[in-house]
């Protein structure tokens, strides 16, 4: 592995492209500090140039090397949550890409949870640009096949890492005058972050915002149609000849007509769901099928983050009976 993350260190040195692993999903990275290595990152993902990337760092005191006001939660996020799945949205400094950052005051900054993607980053002298790899809307990638499968024969170059642990992006917190705002629900719970602060976590009022554009109402979606039921319950599928693929949260519903089941977690465990999601996903939009029934999560912790990537990757909810 050794030899693999110094090769992966001199292409980033480059200006080449490399998919990295971290906890959440796999990164599609380039040094932050060259524009050419960051333009190749949304041209390749066709990712439009309004939606700023995050910085990946090795450690706490990288922010004040990136940012500028720092406020004290964000240094007690950092030190709470730090490796992990959480990042923060602070004033940028001024020696820093406009084009990693679309050309916003802010910057968005985490430190990922991956041992190979932190040995990495400590024998670099920059950090990491890197949003998910995958093709802009698509599915966000929990492993290098993943990666493969959305880039087709354009993939990158990709530091294997195995599967991703958390398997769903991290939570994205921003700082304003009048307190914390939520910008992208994820790994860490809102619950989590309102504890360890000790006060509201405020939730952005617009569907489309514009302080965080990646947040737009389609996203993270599979070429195939999606469709959410809260619940498959008992239905039946009885006279429909489509060809259905029902990805269940807990039991497999053997008796629900469909070519392919898959359960996120038969035992009822919000975080395996979340990390089995992404990759059920990809299997299912492998197959042909007609389309890929999902079922609704329990709607609490890391549930959030994973009905809020169903709903956004889905056509539409449908009331099971009805189909
Ligand atoms: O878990 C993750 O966050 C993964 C791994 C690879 O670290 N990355 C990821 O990146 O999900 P991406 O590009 O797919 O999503 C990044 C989100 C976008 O919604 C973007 O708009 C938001 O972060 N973002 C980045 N910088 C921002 C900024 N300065 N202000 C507001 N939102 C920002
Ligand atoms: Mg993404």
Redesign the pocket.
């Known amino acids: 592995m050794e030899e693999k993350i110094l090769k992966a260190a001199q292409l980033l040195r480059k200006g080449e492209l490399v998919a990295i692993p971290?906890e959440?999903?796999?990164?599609l990275a380039a040094n932050a500090f060259l524009d050419d290595a960051i333009r190749s990152i949304y041209e390749l993902k066709n990712r439009p140039l309004i939606?700023?990337?995050?910085f990946?760092v090795k450690s706490i005191d990288c922010i004040y090397k990136l940012a500028k006001n720092v406020p004290n939660d964000a240094i007690k996020l950092a030190e709470a949550f730090w490796p992990g799945?959480l990042?923060m949205?602070l004033d940028k400094k001024d020696h820093i890409s406009d084009l990693a950052?679309a050309g916003?005051r802010?910057?968005?900054i985490?430190m990922?949870d991956h041992e190979v993607t932190l040995n990495l980053l400590e024998m670099l002298e920059f950090p990491l640009v890197?949003?998910?790899?995958n093709r802009s809307n698509h599915i966000?990638p929990t492993s290098a096949d993943h990666v493969r499968q959305s880039f087709k024969d354009r993939a990158p170059d990709i530091l294997d890492g195995g599967d991703c642990k958390t398997g769903i992006?991290?939570t994205?917190v921003?700082f304003k005058t009048d307190g914390v705002y939520l910008?992208?629900q994820?790994a860490i719970s809102i619950n989590e972050i309102e504890a360890l602060l000790g006060c509201k976590v405020l939730e952005m009022q617009n569907e489309v915002s514009p302080?965080?554009?990646?947040?737009f109402k389609k996203h993270y979606s599979p070429n195939t149609p999606l469709y959410i039921a809260d619940r498959i319950s008992s239905a039946l599928m009885s006279d429909n000849d489509k060809r259905v693929g029902l990805i269940s949260y807990r039991e497999n519903h053997v008796e629900f007509n469909a070519v392919v089941h898959r359960s996120l977690s038969e035992n009822g465990d919000l975080n395996e769901a979340a990390s089995n999601l992404y990759a059920a996903l990809y299997e299912l939009d492998s197959l042909g099928l007609d389309f890929i029934l999902v079922e609704r999560v329990p709607e609490r912790g890391i549930g959030k983050a994973i009905n809020d990537r169903l709903t956004r990757a889905a056509k539409e909810t449908i009331d099971i009976n009805l189909i």
Do not use: F, Q
């Not at 959440?24 to 990164?27: A, D, I, L, N, S």
């Not at 939606?51 to 995050?54: D, G, M």
């Open positions: 971290t959440t999903v796999y990164g939606n700023p990337l995050i990946h799945p990042t949205v950052t916003k802010t910057i968005g985490r990922p890197a949003p998910s790899a966000s992006e991290s994205i921003g910008y992208r994820g302080e965080s554009p990646g947040m």
